[in-house]
């Protein structure tokens, strides 16, 4: 069953503004990962982060972890309108395959 | 180093026809992964294969559908018979190895469709 619950399902925003996207999982973690979807194209990963870590930084991406919530989130800051896509978190266990969230569709406006 | 590739891109099936979604991991990677998108969902995990071996398989219909991850070869998944409820994306993963330190390279999917 699909454990994630992704918040906000859908966000508009303007260009120059930051976005963040929540997610939350129901098991023990290994690691957390983040992928971001063109409509109706393939996943491009974007950052992961360990259980053990609680923030990590990619270019204009922020992720943070509270694995006593069960939760993360992914900052996007400086938003452009190429960010424009569906975000997805997957959580990865101990059973080697992700368990992806709802996802998040993005949209960023000129 | 070319990424995953999956063929078809689309792949068009009358239902009661068979289906068949071909993926080859990135060279070096020995697991590969199945996951089904619905319209308008997330991915939801079907199978992990290693070469010659299903070693999860907790999401596949428990009929129509078979997985394989042949020693020579790309991996296959089959659907029999298929119903206009299969009608989804079909994305296949690969990884060099398993545990918390491996990403997961995603293929660009095959969409298929059930008329």
């Known amino acids: 069953s699909q454990q994630g619950e992704e918040d906000p399902q859908a966000l508009s925003i303007q260009e120059g503004e930051n976005a963040t996207m929540n997610c939350s999982y129901k098991?023990?973690?290994?690691?957390l990962q983040w992928y971001r979807q063109n409509s109706g194209r393939g996943l491009v990963h974007l950052i992961l982060?360990?259980?053990?870590?609680r923030e990590k930084h990619s270019g204009r991406l922020r992720v943070t972890l509270d694995t006593s919530k069960k939760s993360s989130s992914l900052l996007i800051t400086a938003s452009r309108a190429a960010d424009t896509a569906s975000y997805f978190c997957?959580?990865?266990?101990?059973?080697?395959?992700?368990?992806f969230g709802t996802g998040t569709r993005l949209q960023v406006t000129l | 180093n070319a990424g995953v590739m999956q063929n078809p891109r689309h792949l068009v099936r009358r239902r009661g026809q068979e289906a068949r979604l071909r993926c080859s991991p990135m060279?070096?990677?020995?697991?590969v992964y199945w996951y089904r998108q619905l319209p308008e969902e997330g991915l939801k995990f079907m199978v992990y294969?290693?070469?010659?071996?299903?070693?999860?398989e907790s999401g596949m219909p428990k009929e129509r559908f078979s997985a394989e991850f042949p020693k020579e070869g790309p991996s296959i998944l089959r659907i029999q018979q298929v119903v206009r409820g299969d009608s989804a994306a079909y994305f296949c993963?690969?990884?060099?190895?398993?545990?918390?330190?491996?990403?997961?390279?995603f293929g660009p999917g095959t969409r298929l469709t059930v008329l």
């Open positions: 993963a690969s990884s060099p190895g398993t545990g918390g330190s491996f990403e997961q390279f």
């Open positions: 060279k070096g990677h020995s697991h």
């Open positions: 294969l290693q070469k010659e071996n299903i070693i999860d």
């Open positions: 098991t023990s973690i290994n690691n």
């Open positions: 982060i360990r259980s053990n870590e």
């Open positions: 997957a959580s990865y266990g101990t059973a080697s395959k992700l368990t």
